[in-house]
């Protein structure tokens, strides 16, 4: 049973354009939401979190806006760049429990 | 920095053989974690642990064994590898309840 899902599973968008990757879970105990970015040959590094206590979260060009009512969030790239083209990672974890269940992952590609 | 480092960064074992993973952690994490990564799965959660001499199942942990020998080290161990289990490898340390997890470059493992 998958958790958590991500969509689209690849996104290409221009340099300049807004990238919006989303994510959304079924477990109604996940209470924080981190967003991973893996780049090709490394490991998966924190990009940017948020608890279900708030609606947004930003980070320079990154933003999170989360829905707790409809369990769905979205990750916005705003000026988006070659430098962003990297694998995204939706995860969340419940209260108790020192472990992350993760998406599968959106690839998002920034053509210059 | 937390700085979390995995070793071999490439192995390739035959089928049957035994392939100890080690991970190694200078941040003093209490809890750490094996991931698995695969193309159209994302990651997937083997064995975790809370501490020295504790390891725990995760999602997927048939055909793994997992040994903390102290609050650095984490190593993942199969005892009988199988082609299944080609894929790439990612430890992780981690603060309590959840939060960030710092992870490890990865080890690519091709079991022929």
């Known amino acids: 049973q998958q958790q958590v899902r991500q969509s689209p599973q690849s996104l290409t968008v221009w340099e300049g354009e807004t990238a919006i990757l989303n994510c959304s879970y079924e477990?109604?105990?996940?209470?924080?939401f981190p967003w991973y970015q893996q780049f090709p040959g490394e490991g998966p590094a924190l990009l940017i979190s948020i608890r279900s206590v708030s609606d947004k979260k930003e980070d320079g060009r990154f933003t999170i806006f989360f829905n707790k009512r409809e369990k769905k969030l979205s990750l916005h790239i705003t000026d988006s760049q070659p430098g962003d083209s990297a694998t995204y990672f939706c995860?969340?974890?419940?209260?108790?429990?020192?472990?992350?269940?993760f998406g599968k992952g959106t690839v998002l590609l920034v053509s210059p | 920095e937390a700085a979390v480092t995995q070793s071999p960064r490439n192995k390739v074992a035959v089928t049957g053989g035994k392939v100890t993973l080690s991970c190694n952690q200078t941040?003093?994490?209490?809890?750490m974690y094996w991931y698995r990564q695969d193309t159209g799965h994302g990651l997937r959660l083997i064995h975790y642990s809370y501490g020295a001499g504790s390891t725990e199942k995760g999602d997927i942990p048939d055909g793994y064994k997992a040994s903390r020998p102290s609050q650095e080290n984490f190593s993942l161990i199969l005892e009988l590898a199988t082609p299944s289990q080609t894929s790439v490898y990612f430890c992780?340390?981690?603060?309590?309840?959840?939060?960030?997890?710092?992870f490890g470059p990865g080890t690519r493992l091709l079991v022929l």
């Open positions: 477990d109604s105990t996940f209470n924080y």
């Open positions: 992780a340390s981690g603060e309590d309840w959840g939060d960030t997890q710092y």
């Open positions: 995860a969340a974890s419940d209260p108790g429990y020192n472990k992350l269940t």
């Open positions: 941040n003093n994490h209490n809890n």
